[in-house]
């Protein structure tokens, strides 16, 4: 039976501390600037051209796209849930904006039916995350199962939506998303830099951002305290979607092509990597921010380390799975069985 003692730590009031662990200052974040700090300083004595503008635009780019997913990814795993379908709502988003764009209306009327093609895209996101929502709060699949479902079928769908086709395409606008730039710097930057200040908010500061974590920490007691679980998981793997949705539109405009094969293909192991090195924990209750965008840049740099310096992309997954296995370990109680 659960006490009334675990009942109460379920309930809003238990998560005061909510902005250490949305922005923590704490040895985990110290250790993983410190971390960074080593990635870069190494590649600055090793790797040629790393501090050239192109280098760093292109680091830039690739850590946002990640760092996107992996916010959302993070709201799932809060609620000790995971996502395997945020590559698949990547590749379904970037097949169907440039499908409404380049079509016949796209071209009588360019800028709007881009505007109309990113609603679109992000809204099919959304189902998506509606979809993997349902199976989970409301019918009990378990996360893994019931994600997997569009984790097969998503990127066939996006595949069948383009008879397999490279889509390439010219469109300035749409192309802002991922080349645009912003006070200088790319646009996609400042993206995740509002990301991650609103989801942070929204944890720290307001109702949902309570009942994720008392939802991840205690689902029971949660219910005995009145949290709507139900609702929480389902706001949870929506927003995870939107946020896919979006990364995957930002893909395709760096880009300026959509390749539904290739577009978000193991993006799913980099946000799981990034949550869980930026201190997310997989048993949920936990929802760290700032340390899952520090998790992303590391977890980007890693790979562009191994890659400048001649290491195989096999192997650059393998280290992945690795600093994977590693996190959670350290994440595990000493002791436990």
């Known amino acids: 039976m659960t006490s009334l003692h675990s009942s109460r730590q379920a309930t809003p009031r238990s998560a005061s501390p909510r902005w250490r662990q ?98 679109v895209a992000l809204a099919v996101a959304v189902a998506c995350g509606l979809f993997n929502g349902v199976l989970v709060s409301r019918f009990g699949v378990q996360p893994i199962i019931a994600t997997l479902v569009l984790f097969i079928s998503g990127r066939g769908l996006a595949q069948v939506l383009t008879n397999g086709n490279l889509q390439t395409f010219d469109n300035p606008a749409f192309e802002f998303l991922g080349a645009g730039r912003l006070l200088g710097l790319p646009f996609q930057g400042w993206l995740v830099v509002v990301i991650a200040l609103v989801v942070a908010w929204v944890i720290a500061r307001t109702r949902y951002g309570r009942y994720l974590l008392a939802t991840g920490g205690n689902p029971q007691a949660a219910r005995m305290a009145g949290v709507p679980v139900t609702r929480v998981k389902l706001a949870a793997y929506t927003s995870c979607a939107l946020l896919a949705g979006l990364a995957g539109l930002i893909t395709v405009a760096i880009n300026s092509a959509s390749d539904a094969a290739k577009n978000g293909n193991l993006m799913e192991l980099d946000a799981i990597a990034a949550a869980v090195v930026g201190g997310a924990l997989l048993k949920g209750g936990k929802a760290p921010i700032a340390g899952v965008i520090l998790g992303a840049a590391i977890i980007q740099l890693v790979r562009y380390t191994l890659l400048a310096n001649g290491v195989a992309d096999e192997v650059a997954l393998v280290v992945k799975a690795a600093i994977i296995v590693l996190a959670v370990y350290l994440q595990t109680p000493r002791g436990a069985h």
């Open 22 to 119: 949305a922005m923590p200052v704490n040895p985990r974040s110290l250790a993983l600037l410190v971390a960074l700090l080593a990635l870069i300083l190494f590649n600055v004595a090793i790797t040629p051209n790393f501090l050239e503008w192109q280098t760093l635009s292109v680091n830039v780019s690739q850590v946002s796209t990640i760092a996107i997913v992996a916010i959302g990814m993070t709201l799932v795993i809060a609620t000790g849930g995971i996502d395997l379908s945020v590559g698949a709502v990547m590749a379904l988003a970037g097949a169907l904006a440039p499908l409404i764009f380049l079509s016949e209306f796209g071209q009588q009327a360019p800028l709007a039916m881009t505007l109309v093609a990113i609603i």
